[in-house]
């Protein structure tokens, strides 16, 4: 009987190896998506979830040590260290430059099709003191509740252009607008975006914009995605200030985002240790757990003193608010 023992326990180690390696596999096939920028069909929309997927991958690890496979648990540990280092540091604070200009308050909110309580985001804008309003899926009738709610009084100044459904764009401001238009999306939905250049007392001229590219909502859609995203405004660090508001349709997981990033923004809740709280779903009753996909993109000379997320009653989306401090004049 005490030989026994070691005899099951050598015929089960290639099923317990096997079982390792199986547990394993999907997290090494996710880190090398992830760190190799393969975003491509339907992997665009899983690699949303990728800080889900790095607090998962200590499942395998766990398992992996209480099994005593070597090199599985090896493998799994290199894993979990990869997700989490390209995750962790969103909900850390960074450094900021050293920006002596003016504070502005800007907040964005995509309405669903003009579905969200408008009467929630003129509160969030006089509760928070928003100087500048981004807003994305912006129709005609959201446009006149907003005027009758009173927010030309708070933010008289206004680049809009709303349409029926889901494709409108508008941007509120304190400060006077100049050079204002709307920048149409090629892709699949045909988003439009508003922008214009704001005049902050103290402050460089800085160019806002309502972002929203094109949806990956399926794989034939992935194409409009890409180039809705490669099509963004780049910063320009030695020219005028830049800031990008709003439902880009992407984490800093995609390589798209981040390419756009790598030209001279940075991404407030990001800076801010904020960047791992969601701002979309769950979605139409389906169980998805939140994802980042509204940002604030601002110039790498622009600081972040905060960034806040408040739900906006019927959207799918919430409201992002960045607190910015600009350079001075």
Known sequence: METARPATGRRTAPLRTALCWAAVAPGVAWAAVRLGGLDRGPLVQLLAFTPYAAAGSLLPLVLALALRRRWPAVVAALVTATLVAVVAPRALPSGQPPAG??????????????????????????????????????????????????LPGLLPHRQLHPQTGTVGSGLYARFPISDGGVRHNRGGWGFDQAYGTLAVPGAPAVRVESAHPSAPYAVDQVGHWRADLAAQPPATPDGPLRI????????????????????????????????????????DGDPIPPVTIDHVLVDRRIAVRAVTVHPVRGSDHRAVLAELRLPAG
């Not at 308050?105 to 509760?127: H, I, P, Q, S």
């Not at 349709?249 to 969601?278: F, S």
């Open 244 to 283: 990008l508001a709003g439902d880009f349709n992407a984490t800093l997981d995609h390589a798209p985002l981040r390419a756009l990033l790598d030209t001279g923004y940075v991404d407030a809740a990001d800076q801010a240790g904020a960047g791992l709280v969601g701002t979309w779903g769950p979605y």
């Open 101 to 150: 200009g003016p504070t502005v308050r800007l907040l964005t909110a995509n309405l669903l099709a003009g579905a969200g309580d408008v009467r929630a985001l003129v509160d969030l804008v006089r509760r928070h003191r928003v100087d500048v309003l981004a807003v994305q899926e912006f129709t005609p009738d959201a446009e006149a509740e907003l005027d009758r709610l009173g």
